[in-house]
């Protein structure tokens, strides 16, 4: 439908989204939150690994602190994308 003040605008009208539509959804979200899950695990793992082949030249406390940082920085992220997650989860039911 073309809108009667603005010509250049069209308003289109959808029904509103049925209960397995937003199951469904909700069941592709959560497909792709532990894909971004995934994503943050192997970017851990591979980090991990540069941090342990860095062990014969660099101090075993700098180590240490890399690998206690980078931890911490995967928590971090993690807590972000599960919140994430769950807001979008908890949107898409709620309509």
């Known amino acids: ?3 009667a003040k603005n010509p250049q605008l069209v308003s289109i009208p959808l029904p509103p989204p049925t209960r397995e539509g937003r199951d469904a959804t909700v069941k592709q979200s ?3 939150g532990h894909k971004a899950l995934d994503a943050v695990k ?3 793992l591979a ?3 540069k941090i342990q082949a860095a062990k014969r030249t ?3 406390d700098d180590l240490k602190k890399a ?3 980078m931890e911490d920085i995967v928590k971090k992220r993690k807590a972000e994308l599960e919140t994430i997650i769950a807001a979008a989860q908890k949107g898409i039911m709620e309509g």
């Open 30 to 32: 959560k497909d792709i």
């Open 58 to 60: 660099v101090r075993p």
């Open 1 to 3: 439908m073309v809108d």
């Open 47 to 49: 980090m991990h690994k």
């Open 42 to 44: 192997n970017a851990r």
């Open 67 to 69: 690998d206690k940082k």
